[in-house]
């Protein structure tokens, strides 16, 4: 089905609280019925959608006419033999039993010291740009004498950076023959991107013919992209989560982006109006132009094209893995449209397909706007800190407003401490998981009051500068997706008017080191048999190479703790007192070390541990 309802239970009545909206996969809106393909195939996989791809033996003139391709001439039509239209034909047939013959042409034109002879440079656009290695044509087996002796071939990848400033093709030549003895023609070339093919035979004298002309490839193009129509949801909604289903190889990378918006039209459609280069973004009539408006203008009257960030978000971006278990979407709610895109790239044969995209969405939306601010907005690093999650919301007559908020965060979330209403303390209950502390909800009574402000205590240690506490708020009793908050100012007194907290830039990347019980006795007497040693990570603003190791008073490595990446956070581990080999180690001192490789040198800190029997 198109579109998936989730119902929910609520005082006894059935309300609609959940909708999910399918593109692709089984029984989803088609991806061409809601947008525009880019060199995109919604045919090999059913439902889904991948780069256009070819194998060595696809020969890709064949199939150029599908893709909107072409074979044209470089000259004027009043340089071309009559019979072009119809013997150009002959090239691309896959008949080798016709072929376009060109018998000498006599240029009386041509100056003493020019060429006396035309000729018909050929010209094909594969309608795409496809990893191509081979370039093939050949004469009619019983026609010998008709070979092209001399030719240049070039090459265009398609890009508009291949173009001059007037914008011609730059070409790349790939073969420059002099004197070709061969009935069929094979031009081996490095496996680069081409979208055009020209191939220029010598002037001459002599009848020359192609039966057939061909190229080949493999892999997929390099760029390709979807784009939906805004899509509309029918009312102002809620937006939740998106995900999707798909295939991914090592080397390519996937994009999917979102924008939400008030109207049908994302984009300003600009007019030339004559006067020097003044654009003006409405029409003849002084009313602001739609796509068709402006596609049906003259090319010289059309203006720029540019974004409505007015009505319209900028575009939200995701990386494929994202999406797999589902992930918020970015773009601003509560909206009524929506628009999606998602681009491949890919890297020769490496490429990657989406079967199936979901999003989801709830109407009306709980409250009409929910702004909030965290307090303080500064800490030090690794500290752990009492914060305020402040939020203020603006409800219009009809919506139910809620009684539950839930915020996630990169910081750990350590305790909640009070909910109050107006100021007002007020009972609640949470849920906060301290084996993955990054999420935690409060329920409290319903807030269904125009401007209340909700404020929420609790502790956490952030690590990184920048560290964004989001948050949305929801009617718990439904099962409804929630309405995002966003920054802005919930309480006068309070300066941050934002969502992400700061740190110090400056200082240690390593913070405190913590070894218990301190000494240890690992005798498997189930008391004290393994030290759990504790260490923070801060300041980073991404991964790093990170070691943990113990080391005897010797020197000797004893055990490799860990050996990978580490990002900003609180990290906790156990030894047992056992060497690489299994083998307990003997009683003694010992030391730990942790080290951090960043872009200002490696930091390392070591404590002293005792093993004891």
């Not at 991806?31 to 033996?57: H, S």
């Not at 156990?574 to 083998?583: F, I, L, N, S, T």
Request: proline residues 6%.
């Amino acid at each position: 089905m198109k579109r998936i309802l989730i119902w929910a239970l609520a005082l006894a009545t059935v309300v609609e609280a959940r909708e999910i909206y399918q593109v692709g996969g089984s029984g989803g809106f088609a991806w061409n019925e809601i947008g525009a393909l880019t060199f995109i195939d919604d045919k090999q996989v059913l439902g889904g959608i991948q780069p256009l791809g070819t194998q060595i033996d696809d020969n890709l003139i064949a199939t150029m006419a599908d893709r909107g391709g072409e074979l044209t001439s470089l000259v004027s039509i009043y340089t071309l033999p009559g019979d072009w239209p119809e013997q150009r034909a002959f090239l691309v047939d896959g008949d080798p039993a016709t072929a376009f013959v060109h018998p000498p042409r006599i240029n009386f034109f041509a100056t003493t010291s020019g060429i006396p002879f035309y000729t018909v440079p050929m010209f094909f656009d594969l309608g795409a740009p496809f990893q191509v290695e081979r370039v093939r044509f050949n004469v009619r087996g019983d026609h010998p004498a008709h070979k092209i002796r001399q030719y240049r071939l070039y090459v265009n990848d398609g890009r508009e950076e291949s173009r001059n400033k007037k914008g011609n093709l730059l070409w790349t030549m790939v073969r420059n023959e002099r004197d070709n003895l061969n009935l069929v023609v094979e031009v081996d070339i490095e496996p680069q991107v081409v979208r055009h093919i020209y191939l220029h035979p010598h002037e001459s004298g002599e009848t020359w013919e192609i039966a057939e002309f061909e190229a080949y490839g493999r892999g997929f193009v390099p760029n390709a992209s979807f784009v939906s129509d805004p899509i509309d949801l029918g009312q102002v909604s809620s937006l939740g989560r998106v995900w999707w289903g798909g295939q991914l190889d090592r080397d390519a990378k996937i994009l999917i982006q979102t924008r939400s918006g008030d109207d049908n039209q994302p984009e300003v459609y600009w007019r030339k109006t004559g006067v020097g280069y003044e654009e003006v973004p409405y029409g003849l009539n002084g009313q602001p132009m739609t796509r068709k408006q402006y596609g049906a203008m003259p090319q010289n009257v059309q203006g720029k094209i540019t974004q409505d960030l007015e009505n319209w978000s900028v575009w939200q971006t995701y990386e494929y893995a994202d999406g797999l278990g589902g992930t918020r979407i970015l773009s601003p709610g509560p909206r009524q449209y929506l628009q999606l895109r998602v681009d491949f790239f890919s890297s020769g044969q490496q490429g990657g397909r989406i079967d199936s995209l979901f999003f989801e969405y709830s109407q009306p939306p709980v409250v009409k706007t929910v702004v909030g601010e965290i307090d303080p907005a500064s800490v030090n690093p690794a500290e752990p800190v009492r914060f305020t999650y402040a939020v203020r919301t603006r409800l219009e007559t009809g919506q139910s407003g809620f009684n539950a908020l839930e915020v996630r965060t990169p910081a750990q979330l350590e305790a909640v401490h009070a909910v109050r209403i107006d100021r007002a303390e007020v009972a609640f209950d949470h849920e906060l998981d301290l084996a993955d502390p990054h999420t935690f909800k409060v329920r409290f009574p319903r807030i269904d009051t125009d401007q209340t402000l909700l404020e929420v205590d609790f502790d956490a240690r952030v690590f990184v500068y920048g560290t964004t506490f989001s948050g949305s708020v929801t009617d718990a009793e439904l099962d409804e997706v929630g309405q995002e908050v966003t920054a802005g100012d919930a309480v006068a007194e309070l300066l941050n008017d934002g969502l992400s907290v700061r740190t110090a830039l400056q200082g240690a990347l390593l913070g405190a080191m913590d070894a218990t019980p301190n000494p240890f006795s690992p005798n498997g007497d189930g008391v004290n048999d393994q030290i759990e040693i504790s260490y923070t990570l801060q300041r980073l603003t991404g991964a790093v190479p990170l070691m943990a190791e113990i080391y005897d008073l010797a020197g000797r490595r004893v055990r490799l703790l860990r050996g990978d990446w580490g990002t900003s956070a609180h990290y906790q581990f156990a030894w047992d007192g056992r060497e690489e080999g299994g083998h307990l180690a003997p009683p003694g001192l010992y030391l730990v070390r942790i080290a951090v490789e960043a872009d200002s040198g490696t930091e390392e800190r070591l404590t002293q541990i005792g093993l004891v029997y």
